[in-house]
């Protein structure tokens, strides 16, 4: 290995070596903030999300960690750059300076995928999954008949929306205004409800 960042440094020399870390950071750091601004103005989207190149081929969108993509790559590059740069000018060696460059700029790298990893965990459809109102405590907005005779219509606070949904129950019928339980699915927009008295 030093043979080989000896023989750079005599053939390319120090001048170059920068103009290439400086043009690693250039590039990585134009992506970085072209990234930001787009974000910022609402323009960005999810720019990993059709960029992303994952071992297996994977999607961005199933839960896995991808470290090859727009954004980990440019980090790496603007770090790697950087650190680069100060090290050949700081005189850190031929050896620590791309090694250390190496570990910054794949440690930023790691850094970003983990971040992006958790937010897209964070990310919901916002889409109401009716099944997840079961046990949730209801208001009867128009009354349940007793014995299954027919159908009322209950509010229940869902996903911190309102949601509004047919009601049937085996017990005795649920008055306007009364409060009740969710107990079971009937079908997609129907429960079986109780009284909670």
């Known amino acids: 290995m030093d043979l080989v960042l000896d023989w750079l440094r005599d053939n390319i020399g120090d001048l170059t070596l920068i103009k290439l870390y400086i043009g690693c950071a250039t590039a990585g750091g134009t992506v970085v903030l072209g990234q930001a601004g787009l974000n910022m103005f609402g323009l960005g989207g999810d720019a990993d999300t059709d960029a992303d190149v994952d071992a297996d081929d994977l999607d961005a969108g199933d839960g896995s960690m991808t470290f090859l993509s727009v954004r980990t790559l440019a980090s790496f590059m603007t770090i790697f750059g950087l650190v680069g740069w ?48 079961i046990g949730v405590t209801a208001q009867v907005y128009l009354k349940v008949p007793a ?51």
Do not use: H
């Open 86 to 133: 100060i090290g050949t000018e700081q005189g850190w060696g031929s050896v620590a300076t791309p090694v250390i460059s190496l570990l910054a700029g794949s440690s930023t790298m790691f850094l970003v995928a983990y971040m992006m990893f958790s937010f897209r965990k964070l990310s919901s459809s916002g889409n109401v999954k009716p099944r997840d109102a």
């Open 147 to 197: 014995k299954r005779t027919g159908q009322g219509k209950v509010t229940v606070n869902l996903q911190g929306r309102s949601q509004e949904f047919n009601a049937v129950t085996d017990g005795e019928e649920l008055p306007t205004g009364a409060a009740c339980r969710l107990i079971g699915m009937t079908t997609e927009d129907t429960f079986e409800v109780e009284s909670l008295n």
